[in-house]
């Protein structure tokens, strides 16, 4: 196990989030790449229930892929980190606890640079486990889109198909989920239901206020 002192300076936090199929990992990958073309000692970590293409590779929807270690939680990133790392890439960052905040805060602390890929948002729209704080305390953040499954506009958004299963993390691919643009996107009946109400509830713009002379 590494120690985490305070260390050299350097280290900084970038994210890459957008929606599936929008090339988060490949920009990922890219970036890693680039790293070791500079010779930079770099690790790559994700989470290990994502085992989509294979166990132990991040691979991208392109099929790009890259060796990384599977980590059930994020303090095994701490674990299984060398002392001469100096990049940490963690891929699906969305999955991870919320732990997986205070462990890239310390890396980047000690001068490590952290690349985090991941989802921004659940497939209701709503950010996803650690991404809210991780955005707000990142030093780079880059969104990109995907492309809308209906209609071929920039897409935000994950749309998972009808299933009965509700739960916020559901591992799957293009046979469960699609790309959509705002327009095309399908939010939840209580949200749907929410804003009807709140639009009714809205003063009548026939209705005349009393003013002060």
Known sequence: MVG?????VGGGIEVVC??????????????????????QKVQIFKPAIDDRYHKTKVVSHSSQSIE?????????IL????????????????FFDEAVITVIRKLARRGIRVICAGLDQDSDGMPFGPMPVLLAIADHVQKVQAVCSLCGAPATKSFRKPTDNRNQVMVGEQDMYEARCRYHFEYNDEEEELL????ALRPSASVQTDTVN
Request: glycine letters at 8%; zero cysteines; charged letters at 25%.
């Open 79 to 94: 674990q299984k980190l060398y002392d001469s790392t100096r990049i940490v890439a963690i891929d699906e960052v969305q």
């Open 18 to 39: 957008g929606p599936m199929f929008s090339g988060k990992t490949e920009e990922l990958i890219r970036r890693v790449r680039r790293a070791q073309i500079g010779r």
């Open 68 to 76: 990384s270690t599977p980590v059930v939680n994020s303090l095994e």
């Open 196 to 199: 009807n109400y709140t639009y």
């Open 4 to 8: 985490l002192g305070l260390g050299q």
